[in-house]
């Protein structure tokens, strides 16, 4: 199958392009939360039943700097600690409705902003392009599975 010689640079420069709409969109919107914080809730909210120390693994930092994020999450009313209820050493990371709400208008923002750029290409160009991240996706899924220890990665 023959690839156009400057793809990867393409997929490279489009992929920085969307970081930089979806920051945009959330640097806009005045949150009272860091970067950081914003993707422990992310990370909180994909997997249910998180602890501090396997999001300390999953953000790659040391299990103390992940509690004293979990400690300002918790102090400003987005995150509670509560014990599970099988095992009652083992604490569990949950968001509360007030960080449910934020990462709802956070992805509605973000949504938004692609959207408005989505607006701006032809139908046709939007219709290759959905076709085409699809098939990146599936590619990119299969890769990830393929690697040993791959990292856990979200937004």
Known sequence: MERAPNLAAAVEAAA???VGVLDAAVSRQNLTVSPT???VLALVAGRPG???NRLAVLL???PSSASRL???LEATGLLRRVADPRDRREVRLVLTTAAEDLLREVK?????AVQVVLDRMPGRVQHELLGALVAFGQAAV???ADAP???ARSA
């Open 149 to 151: 220890d791959a990292p």
């Open 16 to 18: 920085e392009a969307l």
């Open 37 to 39: 914080q914003l993707r």
């Open 50 to 52: 998180l602890n501090v």
């Open 142 to 144: 299969a890769e990830v």
């Open 70 to 72: 979990c400690d300002r």
């Open 108 to 112: 509605e923002r973000r949504y938004r």
């Open 60 to 62: 790659d930092v040391v």
